[in-house]
């Protein structure tokens, strides 16, 4: 399936999806349309995948204050969360 065949299909109830799904999906378009050195903000399954995340966490809705503190408790977490690799 491609990304514009995924986005349809978890239109009926992206909240459904697993956000771990969902930001796969990303990352594979992504990587598709960097590989065809096309512009990702221009791709509207892209952007519609952006839309399932800020849904899933509820950053459509966050307010500059909220993402001040968001910030803030990143900071706070850095040296008790795990490496990423």
Same mark, same amino acid.
């Given at each position: 399936?491609?990304r514009? !065949?995924? #986005?349809? %299909?978890t239109? #009926?109830a992206?909240? %459904? !999806?697993? =956000?771990?799904? +969902?930001?796969?999906?990303? &990352?594979?378009?992504?990587?598709?349309l960097?590989? !065809?050195?096309l512009?990702?903000l %221009?791709?509207?399954?892209?952007?519609i =995948? @952006?839309a399932? +995340?800020?849904? /899933?966490t /509820?950053?459509?809705?966050?307010t500059? #204050? @909220?993402?001040?503190?968001?910030?803030?408790?990143?900071n706070?977490?850095i /040296?008790?969360?795990? #490496? &990423?690799q």
């Amino acid at each position: 399936m491609n990304r514009f !065949e995924y #986005v349809i %299909q978890t239109s #009926v109830a992206p909240g %459904q !999806e697993p =956000l771990i799904n +969902i930001t796969a999906a990303l &990352m594979l378009a992504l990587v598709q349309l960097y590989a !065809e050195n096309l512009d990702p903000l %221009q791709d509207p399954a892209v952007l519609i =995948l @952006g839309a399932y +995340i800020a849904f /899933h966490t /509820h950053a459509d809705v966050n307010t500059n #204050v @909220g993402y001040r503190k968001l910030l803030e408790q990143c900071n706070d977490r850095i /040296h008790n969360a795990p #490496v &990423m690799q």
